[in-house]
């Protein structure tokens, strides 16, 4: 069975620290990977995805995150966090046709 | 132009009623899909459709109907709304092995 575990629903920074956002998956086959970002009031957005190239991925807004295979983890980071960073971030875990998303993880920037 | 856009935007209705929400993608992809999001940010998939044949049917109440008259175009309808209905509807389309994308959002508040 597929499943993501997003670990912390509610995460705070202080303005320009290091983000880091955690995310566990379990998957019967090799996964595509993906964090979004949802602002309030809007759609999610896609942040990075894995598909099985590099497993350190970049994405937009200084974001990346990091495969790695024998921990089941695709943590997101960004070194120095920005107010406008403040949002919720979903992991999500695409098997076939069928994407499992974990719970989200509220991000608050503290200026 | 909007990649995938739906409407109408906000809805808000009287409990018993019927509504419906539009969805249209023109970015190409073969698979649609019906998202519903709590007050709790959980996003739970509804329905998906892979060109107009209903693939994932989660457990969701019969009132929920959903139809794919093309590829391009998955509509929600909802008969006799109930108070728990009220949530943000996400539509969104991808290709086989790509990434979610997602339009804006419906708000449906019943009362």
């Known amino acids: 069975a597929q499943s993501v575990t997003q670990l912390g629903s509610h995460v705070s920074v202080s303005e320009g620290a290091l983000v880091l956002l955690r995310c566990n998956y379990s998957?019967?086959?090799?996964?595509?990977l993906f964090w979004y970002v949802q602002y309030p009031n809007q759609g999610l957005q896609l942040l990075l995805k894995?598909?099985?190239?590099?497993?350190l991925v970049k994405g937009i807004n200084g974001f990346e995150a990091e495969f790695k295979k024998s921990e089941t983890s695709f943590h997101l980071t960004k070194p120095s966090a920005h107010m406008s960073d403040a949002a919720e971030y979903f992991c999500?875990?695409?098997?076939?046709?069928?994407?499992?998303f974990g719970t989200g993880t509220s991000l608050t920037v503290i200026p | 132009d909007t990649a995938v856009s739906q409407t109408p935007k906000y809805l808000v209705t009287q409990m018993g009623n019927d509504k419906s929400i539009k969805c249209e993608q023109n970015?190409?992809?073969?698979?649609m899909y019906w998202y519903k999001q709590d007050s709790k940010k959980f996003l739970k998939i509804m329905f998906s459709?892979?060109?107009?044949?209903?693939?994932i049917n989660e457990t969701v109440p019969n009132r929920f109907s959903p139809k794919s008259p093309d590829k391009a175009h998955l509509n929600l309808h909802i008969n006799s709304l109930e108070l728990g209905d009220s949530a943000v509807y996400f539509c969104?389309?991808?290709?086989?092995?790509?990434?979610?994308?997602f339009g804006e959002g419906s708000r449906l508040t019943v009362l």
């Open positions: 998957s019967s086959v090799p996964p595509y």
């Open positions: 999500a875990v695409r098997v076939n046709n069928q994407f499992y």
């Open positions: 459709y892979n060109n107009k044949e209903l693939i």
């Open positions: 969104a389309s991808s290709e086989y092995t790509g990434e979610l994308f």
């Open positions: 970015l190409g992809h073969d698979t």
């Open positions: 894995y598909t099985s190239a590099a497993t």
